[in-house]
Nanobody, 128 residues
Framework: QVLLVESGGGLVQAGGSLRLSCAAS????????MGWFRQAPGKERQFVAA????????YYADTVKGRFTISRDNAMITAYLQMNSLKPEDTSVYYC?????????????????????WGQGTQVTVSS
């Protein structure tokens, strides 16, 4: 069983920054890719960013491109989401996801059903 644990959410003013972490644990797990999704109340879950573990290819939603950066620590099997210039519309529960296989493309890794493992979510609230 693979367990994903997110941390780093919180309350921040518009224009501020937060860094989310997602640590994978449980058994020997070698992810193909890890991603971040978010879901606001009453809205569908939406793709934020993804990173391919080998090669480090990254993909971003247009709404966060230039403001958010996804990275990973191979040894710790941890993915990070650095969020800068936060806006009130970024307020959501942020979920980490992982998959052990897949394709390195935006069309594939932006789809939530391509990920088999999910974290419990962490709340990010941006005040205006």
């Amino acid at each position: 069983q693979v367990l994903l644990v997110e941390s780093g959410g919180g309350l921040v003013q518009a224009g501020g920054s937060l860094r989310l972490s997602c640590a994978a644990s449980g058994r020997t797990f070698s992810p193909y890719a890890m991603g971040w999704f978010r879901q606001a109340p009453g809205k569908e879950r939406q793709f934020v960013a993804a990173i391919v573990w080998s090669g480090r290819s990254t993909y971003y939603a247009d709404t966060v491109k230039g403001r958010f950066t996804i990275s990973r620590d191979n040894a710790m099997i941890t993915a990070y989401l650095q969020m800068n210039s936060l806006k009130p519309e970024d307020t959501s529960v942020y979920y980490c996801a992982a998959t052990g296989y897949g394709y390195s493309s935006y069309n594939y890794l932006s789809k939530s059903d391509k990920y088999g493992y999910w974290g419990q979510g962490t709340q990010v609230t941006v005040s205006s």
